[in-house]
């Protein structure tokens, strides 16, 4: 399909220090198609960054017929413009969409108006340390009927948000509080699927987590209340005795793109690392021997978040005493190397725009 392009007349100004709030910036352009079911997905474009027009009776705001990704644009040291497996991110969006009941899209012609989106906004690509450009693609129901059915017709758009640094001040291991009382996800619901109400609905829990000190939320499966699943938009691994150790995706985690990264840097590097289910109390029985070694979140945002402190009713773990455990280090040196290509990509991950 041809790409249509209107570009805007009025510039805005972009950030001139590492310092970005996270998501509240946005660039001059932004990517739109629509989808119609004799049309299927159609009209390509990118147009200035303006607020939508929608039906105050469109589907995406009674039931919530909605998906998301979020990539990452980096800059590297001789000024190319990187991108991260982000094929995986197109092909998590179908799998996301095919949970919500909306019609998938083709996937490497997407990724090709991505392109051509950042051509456009390559200058907005920050290139201070520990910066990037965050990359939000997302599908809404846009049919105005209240009907409990899905919508027959659909917008995807792409913005981008230059980001500051996650950790400002360095990498700090953070505090996290075992939910036991709110669910996120059970098997046969939208846990594996990166859709809105997964992530308002675990707010109340995020909020109690805060008041009492913590960073954020451990989720455990929602009917045992005792397999661990993830921290709110991180995967989980925990260094057990020498042994890596991640919950199997069971139809309720989201399967992230760093933790498939990390299984294969792991693996390759021959450290010992099994999916499995593992159990909060069995967490809590390898603390008690000192065998609890390191324990990281992994997404996106982060890449690797360690953790120090993990609290389960009442009883507190501290991590390798707060600190950063070697592995979690040596993780996050070698994706954040590849992805900023200042360390040599051998598995073929990144994509010059
Ligand atoms: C996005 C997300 C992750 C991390 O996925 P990445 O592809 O590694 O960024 C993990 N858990 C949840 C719930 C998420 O939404």
Redesign the pocket.
Known sequence: MSLNIVETDHKKAKPESEAIPFGRTFTDHMFVMDYQVDKGWHEPRIVPYEPLTLDPAAMIFHYGQTVFE??KAYRTDDNRVLLFRPE??FE?LNQSSDRLSIPPIDEEEVLGYLTRLLELEKDWVPSFEGTSLYIRPFIIATEPSLAVAPSQTYKLLIILSPVGPYFSGGMKPVIINVEDKFT?AVKGGT?MA?TAG??SSGYQAQAKAAEEGNNDVLWLDGVEKRYIE??????IFFKIDGEVVTPALSGS????????SILELLREWGVPVTERRIAIDELYHAYEEGKLEEAFG????AVISPVGELNWLGKKMVINNHEIGSLSKELYDTITGIQRGRKEDAYGWTIEV
């Open positions: 979020g990539l995986k991110n998590r996120r846990g990166k997964n992530y993830e921290v709110g938009s991180m995967n985690i989201l399967q992230g793109i760093t933790r498939t992994t997404g996106t945002a």
